[in-house]
């Protein structure tokens, strides 16, 4: 159950200059005897009016850490993080060597802090570890049982052979995420893969996974997921086995400018 969010004001470090009132996208902020008031607490708690605030005079209740402050935007250079992103791949072939839980909790943090629609931060994550080969070995079965069936939507599916390693490809671990809204759990996702690639790790989206943990009861009792949870992406990552020495060929896109 997700804690119980108050948004207060400080009276005493309010200065009425009307910043929070006139970024809040909801309307809800009015100035009152130069002071500012919450006219209700049954908004998305965007935190915009107390990021906004010069004096600190917001806050925002029941969260178990206090707001990163900082003085000057944080940026990154444009180029090289288009070059990162260029020069992504889809890894396949993992080393042989752990990922540390330091590592684990950034990938994580950048998945949390990802933008949810209407600021519902429903997304909830499974991280596949110790008990990886479990939960494969299940999805394997499965995945074998049903490709026939496959096969006559999907031709390619026909030449695909199901190893006991078809999903995770032999990588440390595996991150599904979780949450009813598809778009708010594939931007998260995408967030996590390129923090994942900027801690020197690949990552590989499990489809086949994906479409196994949220069709089989089996695996879905076996991950203690609900009835009614839903899985996005998984996101298979370890230390990539393999070097690539040039980018992705895309097609030209397709843009209109109106």
Known sequence: MKKQHIIEVNKDLCIGCSLCKNDCPVNNITIKDKKSVIKNQDCIKCG???????????????FDEEP???SKQPTLNPD?????????????????????EEIIKQIIEAGRFTPSAKNTQDV??????????KYEKTAVTFFRKIKPIV??????????????????????????VVTKDKISGSLAASNMALMAESCG????YSGFFT???????????????????????????????VK?????????????YL
């Open 151 to 176: 096969s006559l939507f999907m031709k390619s599916a026909k030449e695909i052979e199901i190893d006991d390693d078809f999903f995770f490809k032999k990588a440390p671990i595996a991150i599904m």
């Open 48 to 62: 915009h009016c107390a990021a906004i605030c010069p004096t600190g005079a917001i806050t925002l209740t029941g």
């Open 124 to 133: 909830s994550y499974i991280v596949l570890d110790n008990n990886k080969d």
């Open 80 to 100: 090289e993080l288009l070059m990162a992103i260029k020069s992504r791949r889809t890894i396949r072939k993992f080393k042989n060597k752990k990922v540390s």
């Open 211 to 241: 479409v196994v943990a949220n069709r089989s009861s089996k695996l879905k009792k076996e991950l203690n997921l609900k009835h009614n949870d839903n899985v996005v992406t998984t996101l298979v990552i370890g230390y990539p086995d």
């Open 244 to 256: 690539y020495r040039r980018s992705a060929q895309k097609e030209t896109a397709n843009v209109r």
């Open 201 to 204: 790790l690949g990552v590989l």
């Open 68 to 70: 990163i402050e900082y």
